[in-house]
């Protein structure tokens, strides 16, 4: 549930005291605006000085009075019905009851309605299925989310799932230039090393799959510039000595969907996923 202050839920009240005062011209009904929802075309009906009191969304929306007659809906077409009337009852009482296969819905809503509160709400609510929903978009378009400032600006613990999951469609040398790049951008912002701010997510990078000039490379570069913790790549180097996957306990070696084969992934004997 979302509540608001006490201070709120006075406005609150004086909006609804108003808008109760007002009556559409001839219906003879407090409610005086009507609006046509989703896809489905629910009408919803509602009280025009109270959501104008409560969103600035709908103050603008509604701005202009009705005319003489019947007025013609408010057409929302973009927003599903449930999502919209649970937004109608955070505006009327403060509150809201979600539910888990339409709390996204919701959260588009408060967002295009700059309805904070209920956009907090909703997130924490739904923020298992969010997370869900962001992990296999950028599952999908692996290539491009790496190259945005979005993805440098991740937190350390949304990092980490995408880094866990098999699913990416990107090759593992992409996701290691990646992840350089967005502990440098975090060193700079947290005035930390580069190697500190890596620590909680590069254990989730899969050397093994590397190539050994590439695996050569990255330890030269690692020595200029320090990311990955010596051992992790001394782990790395066993599996290729060794021509075994499991060679090093710890080490993961399962390839993703966007690995590139090479020579040595015959030695790992694990299935592309």
Do not use: M
């Given at each position: 549930?979302?509540?608001?202050?006490?201070?709120?839920?006075?406005?609150?009240?004086?909006?609804?005291?108003?808008?109760?005062?007002?009556?559409?011209?001839?219906?003879?009904?407090?409610?005086?605006?009507?609006?046509?929802?989703?896809?489905?075309?629910?009408?919803?009906?509602?009280?025009?000085?109270?959501?104008?009191?409560?969103?600035?969304?709908?103050?603008?929306?509604?701005?202009?009075?009705?005319?003489?007659?019947?007025?013609?809906?408010?057409?929302?077409?973009?927003?599903?019905?449930?999502?919209?009337?649970?937004?109608?009852?955070?505006?009327?009482?403060?509150?809201?009851?979600?539910?888990?296969?339409?709390?996204?819905?919701?959260?588009?809503?408060?967002?295009?309605?700059?309805?904070?509160?209920?956009?907090?709400?909703?997130?924490?609510?739904?923020?298992?299925?969010?997370?869900?929903?962001?992990?296999?978009?950028?599952?999908?378009?692996?290539?491009?989310?790496?190259?945005?400032?979005?993805?440098?600006?991740?937190?350390?613990?949304?990092?980490?799932?995408l880094l866990r999951s098999d699913k990416l469609c990107v090759d593992e040398a992409?996701?290691?230039?990646?992840?350089?790049?967005?502990?440098?951008?975090?060193?700079?912002?947290?005035?930390?090393?580069?190697?500190?701010?890596?620590?909680?997510?590069?254990?989730?990078?899969?050397?093994?799959?590397?190539?050994?000039?590439?695996?050569?490379?990255?330890?030269?570069?690692?020595?200029?510039?320090?990311?990955?913790?010596?051992?992790?790549?001394?782990?790395?180097?066993?599996?290729?000595?060794?021509?075994?996957?499991?060679?090093?306990?710890?080490?993961?070696?399962?390839?993703?969907?966007?690995?590139?084969?090479?020579?040595?992934?015959?030695?790992?004997?694990?299935?592309?996923?």
């Open positions: 549930h979302a509540s608001r202050s006490p201070s709120a839920n006075a406005a609150s009240r004086a909006c609804c005291a108003r808008a109760a005062s007002q009556r559409s011209p001839g219906a003879g009904s407090v409610r005086d605006v009507r609006f046509v929802v989703g896809q489905e075309r629910q009408e919803v009906f509602a009280h025009r000085c109270l959501l104008a009191c409560r969103c600035n969304f709908f103050q603008r929306l509604l701005s202009s009075e009705p005319g003489p007659g019947v007025p013609s809906p408010v057409v929302l077409s973009t927003v599903p019905a449930e999502a919209f009337l649970v937004v109608l009852e955070f505006l009327y009482t403060n509150s809201a009851k979600l539910q888990r296969h339409s709390v996204l819905e919701v959260l588009t809503a408060a967002v295009e309605y700059g309805l904070e509160e209920l956009r907090e709400v909703a997130v924490t609510f739904g923020l298992g299925q969010l997370q869900e929903r962001c992990v296999a978009f950028i599952e999908a378009h692996s290539q491009e989310t790496l190259r945005t400032r979005g993805f440098l600006e991740l937190s350390a613990p949304a990092l980490l799932p992409e996701l290691v230039l990646a992840a350089r790049s967005w502990a440098r951008v975090g060193a700079a912002v947290l005035e930390r090393p580069v190697a500190e701010v890596a620590a909680p997510v590069v254990r989730e990078l899969r050397l093994a799959l590397l190539a050994p000039a590439e695996l050569s490379a990255l330890e030269e570069q690692n020595r200029r510039e320090p990311l990955i913790p010596v051992e992790q790549i001394v782990e790395a180097w066993k599996c290729h000595a060794l021509r075994r996957g499991d060679a090093a306990r710890g080490t993961p070696c399962r390839r993703r969907r966007g690995t590139l084969p090479r020579e040595h992934h015959r030695f790992l004997d694990l299935p592309f996923k």
